[in-house]
T-cell receptor, first 116, second 110 residues
Framework: GAGVSQSPSNKVTEKGKDVELRCDPI?????LYWYRQRLGQGLEFLIY????????KSGLPSDRFSAERTGESVSTLTIQRTQQEDSAVYLC??????????????FGPGTRLTVL | GQSLEQPSEVTAVEGAIVQINCTYQ??????LSWYQQHDGGAPTFLSY????GLEETGRFSSFLSRSDSYGYLLLQELQMKDSASYFC???????????FGKGTTLSVSS
C-alpha cells in the first residue's frame, strides 16, 4: 500500500510570502504529526492530530504557523509571512494510534522549504 | 522538559560492531525509540524499548535501563548501507508526539 506522501517535494519562496504544505497519511492511521528538521539537526515536533480530538499545537514556534486536518485524512501546514529561519525540511508522519512511543511513526519524504 | 543526548558522530569499518548511546531526561517516561535516516531520506522506525533489557531485531539490538535513564542501539556486522543518522526519541510530556535527539551520524567504511 501507499506510504505517507507529501507535496510539494521542494518549495522555494520569497521572504514574507505564505506557503502551504500538504500531507496525505497512510489510510487508516488516526494519528498525524508534523515535524521540522533544520540542516544537520534532529526533528522538532510541531503539531499532532489524533482523530477528532483537539490537536496538540504545543510545538508550533510562532503564530505564523498553523495546521489543519480533515477528519483522518489530508493535513495542511501553513506558514504565513515566511522568514529565512523557516527554511528547513518539513516532515509529516502518521501512525495507527496516537501516543505511546511504541506506536511506530511512518514518515513521508518531506517538503524542503527554502525562504530567500 | 524532555532532552536527549547522543554522540554526534561515530565511524566504523564494515563487519564491525558499533554502539550508539543515548541518555535522556524526561518528565514521565513512556519508552525509548530509535529511528534511522539516510541522507536526504525519511526517518524509519528501528526499535522500541518500553521495559528494561535488550530487544533484538536481526543485526540491530536496542537496550534500555530506566534506572540509569540510558539506552543504546547496537549495530552488528556493519554494512556500508548502515551509513546513516540514528536518532533516539522519547514521548513529550503530553504523551503525544516524539522528542528526538540531535542524531548520531554513522559512517561505515570498507
Amino acid at each position: 500500500g501507499a506510504g505517507v506522501s507529501q507535496s510539494p517535494s521542494n518549495k522555494v519562496t520569497e521572504k514574507g510570502k505564505d506557503v502551504e504544505l500538504r500531507c496525505d497519511p497512510i489510510s487508516g492511521h488516526t494519528a498525524l504529526y508534523w515535524y521540522r528538521q533544520r540542516l544537520g539537526q534532529g526533528l522538532e515536533f510541531l503539531i499532532y492530530f489524533q482523530g477528532n480530538s483537539a490537536p496538540d499545537k504545543s510545538g508550533l514556534p510562532s503564530d505564523r504557523f498553523s495546521a489543519e486536518r480533515t477528519g483522518e485524512s489530508v493535513s495542511t501546514l501553513t506558514i504565513q509571512r515566511t522568514q529565512q529561519e523557516d527554511s528547513a525540511v518539513y516532515l509529516c508522519a502518521s501512525s495507527l494510534a496516537g501516543g505511546g512511543a511504541g506506536n511506530e511513526q511512518f514518515f513521508g519524504p518531506g517538503t524542503r522549504l527554502t525562504v530567500l | 522538559g524532555q532532552s536527549l543526548e547522543q554522540p554526534s558522530e561515530v565511524t566504523a569499518v564494515e563487519g564491525a560492531i558499533v554502539q550508539i548511546n543515548c541518555t535522556y531526561q524526561t518528565s514521565g517516561f513512556y519508552g525509548l525509540s530509535w529511528y534511522q535516516q539516510h541522507d536526504g531520506g525519511a526517518p524509519t522506525f528501528l526499535s522500541y524499548n518500553g521495559l528494561d533489557g535488550l530487544e533484538e531485531t536481526g543485526r540491530f539490538s536496542s537496550f534500555l535501563s530506566r534506572s540509569d535513564s540510558y539506552g543504546y542501539l547496537l549495530l552488528q556486522e556493519l554494512q556500508m548501507k548502515d551509513s546513516a543518522s540514528y536518532f533516539c526519541a522519547v514521548l513529550n510530556q503530553a504523551g503525544t508526539a516524539l522528542i528526538f535527539g540531535k542524531g548520531t551520524t554513522l559512517s561505515v567504511s570498507s
